[in-house]
């Protein structure tokens, strides 16, 4: 059984810091990439980041979270993280995981979803 596991989420001041971690079983983790998406109240769900399978040696990151939200996978955990900084309220949602067997079109589709991690930072 496939499972994505979020955690870390929480209340923080704004231009604080967080890490997310997503627990993943069920499947071989390093064979798939990975991605961190959110979702705001009323808002659509978007994408936050990616990373490639094996290695992660590719990643992408939203143009709005550059140089402040970071992914990362360590597949002898099979973790993957997010380490945020420079947050702002904008930055409240819930957070997901998701992974998919190729780093390509994770906005159209991906295999598997957690269930989610409040993030909320406060003004």
């Known amino acids: 059984q496939v499972q994505l596991v979020e955690s870390g989420g929480g209340l923080v001041q704004a231009g604080g810091s967080l890490r997310l971690s997503c627990a993943a079983s069920?499947?071989?983790?390093?064979?798939?990439?990975m991605g961190w998406f959110r979702q705001a109240p009323g808002k659509e769900r978007e994408l936050v980041a990616g990373i490639s399978r094996g290695s992660g040696a590719a990643t992408y990151h939203a143009d709005a979270q550059k140089g402040r939200f970071t992914i990362a996978r360590d597949n002898a955990e099979n973790t993957l993280y997010l380490q945020m900084n420079s947050l702002q309220p904008d930055d409240t949602a819930v957070y997901y995981c998701?992974?998919?067997?190729?780093?390509?079109?994770?906005?159209?589709?991906?295999?598997?979803w957690g269930k989610g991690t409040l993030v909320t930072v406060s003004s």
């Open positions: 998701a992974a998919k067997s190729v780093f390509s079109d994770f906005e159209r589709a991906m295999d598997y």
């Open positions: 069920g499947f071989t983790f390093s064979n798939y990439a």
